[in-house]
């Protein structure tokens, strides 16, 4: 009898469904990953600390940002025993020393790698190696795993994105598991239950709206262009789930600061992972204010964890709505169009009732109320982001 319980019982383990750990990324991920600015030359131990000494020192890690993510390239080869290397130049104290400085500040610490055979830089990739990397990055330390999707092949992304999830669950270290399949196979329908977040669009470049084609397609571009393809993606996020637009490029100097400021509004009203891809190390007091706005974050994080979604689409304006746990709702009104505009808002319009005060995010203060219609003037590319409620 003893013998047939034992036998269900590993039976039952083998062919169960894979969990992914729960509890981890009840609100979007916060933290810093090194590819936006400094793609595969750039890292070494040296400016991985150096962010994470940044995050603490200028306020990131008060206002809720917490991963620091290697992106590409920290890897180089294999040992003998296939056990992944790293770049013994790059990280000459091994990633089990960086992992430990990252911990020791109270941050927590993410790294990459890719479901192909190589990763999109030419590295070696897991594909073959999954259970032995994910207990290799469980000994690190790792709390947190991108993997990306290049050189895979004719492989089924559901497959082999379970299969790292079993790995990752056999290791025995809770990490959030970060998708980057692009969005290629629509993983909002199937990743749900194997990953805590997953990349809706190829790579965001560094511009406003100029848009990025792969075979033929739009993939991905500059900040519009991600932000329009979260369009009706809205229902598949939620609390351990989150669609990921991809990473900030605030701060890293192609945006103007209204563009930044819209930028990281939008990714806030859709409950999208926070990952900051500038050099936190030498940034401007504007920047930092930007990414550091509590308030905008306190939207991001909101623990109802509701992406907002479009409301009015007209003539270059365009209102986005997020409800929240305590009742309240976040607006951004968005001017998209390429002057300086005047708008009206009557609230009723979108069945929002009177007597909520509006508070302005950016500025600070309260602004008025939903009792009269809302006149404002925005410059071209800017938001104007509000908390609707009782305050
Ligand atoms: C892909 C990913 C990026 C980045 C690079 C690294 O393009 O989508 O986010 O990780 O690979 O090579």
Redesign the pocket.
């Known amino acids: 009898m003893r013998n047939f319980f034992l036998t269900a019982l590993i039976l039952f383990s083998i062919t169960a469904p894979a969990q992914k750990f729960k509890d981890l990324a009840l609100t979007p991920p916060m933290g810093w990953n090194s ?1 936006n600015k400094f ?2 030359d750039g890292i070494n131990e040296k400016v991985i600390k150096e962010v994470a000494d940044a995050l603490v020192n200028n306020g990131m890690k008060k206002a809720g940002y917490e991963f620091i993510v290697i ?3 920290w890897q180089i080869g294999r040992d003998s025993l296939g056990n992944i290397l790293a770049d013994p130049i790059k990280f000459p104290s091994g990633i089990k020393s960086l992992a430990d400085y990252i911990h020791k500040k109270g941050l927590k610490f993410g790294i ?1 790698t ?1 479901a192909g055979i190589k ?3 030419g590295r070696p990739g897991s594909r073959g190696y999954e259970y032995q990397d994910a207990r290799q990055y469980a000994k690190w330390g790792v709390d947190y795993l ?1 993997e ?3 050189n895979t092949s004719t492989q089924d992304a559901t497959e082999s994105y379970t299969l790292m999830n079993k790995a990752i669950e056999q290791a025995g270290r809770p990490m959030i598991l970060s998708l ?1 399949e ?1 969005g290629l196979s629509k993983p909002w329908l199937w990743a749900k239950d194997i990953a805590h977040c997953w ?1 809706t669009t ?2 965001i470049r560094n511009n406003w709206d100029i848009a990025d084609a792969k075979e033929g397609k739009v993939w991905a571009g500059g900040v519009v262009i991600n932000l329009d393809m979260q369009k009706g993606l809205e229902k598949y996020a939620g609390p351990g789930h989150w669609n990921d637009p ?2 900030l490029e605030v701060g890293n100097g192609a945006l103007t600061v209204e563009e930044e400021r819209a930028h990281f509004s939008l990714w806030c009203m859709l409950a999208a992972p926070l990952m900051a891809g500038n050099d936190i190390r030498n940034m401007t007091r504007q920047t930092l204010e930007i990414i550091t706005n509590r308030e905008a974050i306190e939207v991001d994080q909101d623990r109802l964890g509701m992406q907002g979604y479009k409301i009015l689409d007209e003539d270059n304006f365009e209102i986005f709505m997020k409800p929240l746990a305590n009742g309240d709702t976040a607006i951004c009104l968005f001017n998209r169009g390429p002057e300086k505009k005047q708008f009206e808002i009557n609230w009723a319009h979108y069945k929002i009732s009177k007597g909520k005060s509006i508070y302005d995010i950016w500025k600070h203060t309260i602004t008025g109320s939903t009792n009269e219609n809302y006149k404002i003037m925005l410059n071209r590319h800017d938001v104007i982001m509000l908390r609707l409620g009782k305050k």
């Open positions: 590819w793609e595969c992106d590409d390239c990459y890719c990763t999109c830089a991108k990306d999707w290049c980057c692009w990349r190829g790579d991809d990473m």
